[in-house]
């Protein structure tokens, strides 16, 4: 059973940082890319980034380059998002999502796999 739980959500400051993870089992880690997407209330999901976990290539959204770093740990099947000088406006729900063979894309749709969410708050 093909399973994602993302951690490490919360309550911060604005400038503040968090860092969230994405533990995935039930497939073959090295043959997927792993994203990350938000979604605010009353908006649509929005790709964050994205890694390729067989080679490493990172992806990311223009409204967070040079704030957030995507990481892959193969051998603990997990993937992180380093979320540094945070805003209100990154508040969202937070899910990674898995594709299998696919590199660089942002889209939710083109995901298979989604975990429950994690929430972000960022307060002003």
Known sequence: EVQLVESGGG?????????LSCAASGFTFDDY???????APGKEREGVSCISSSDGRKYYAD?????????????KNTVYLQMNSLKPEDTA???CAAVKFL?????????????QGTQVTVSS
């Open 33 to 39: 890319a792993i994203g990350w997407f938000r979604q």
């Open 63 to 75: 409204s967070v380059k040079g704030r957030f770093t995507i990481s892959s740990d193969n051998a």
């Open 11 to 19: 309550l911060v400051q604005a400038g503040g940082s968090l860092r």
């Open 103 to 115: 590199v660089g894309v942002l889209r939710a749709t083109e995901y298979d796999y989604w975990g």
């Open 93 to 95: 729900v937070y899910y």
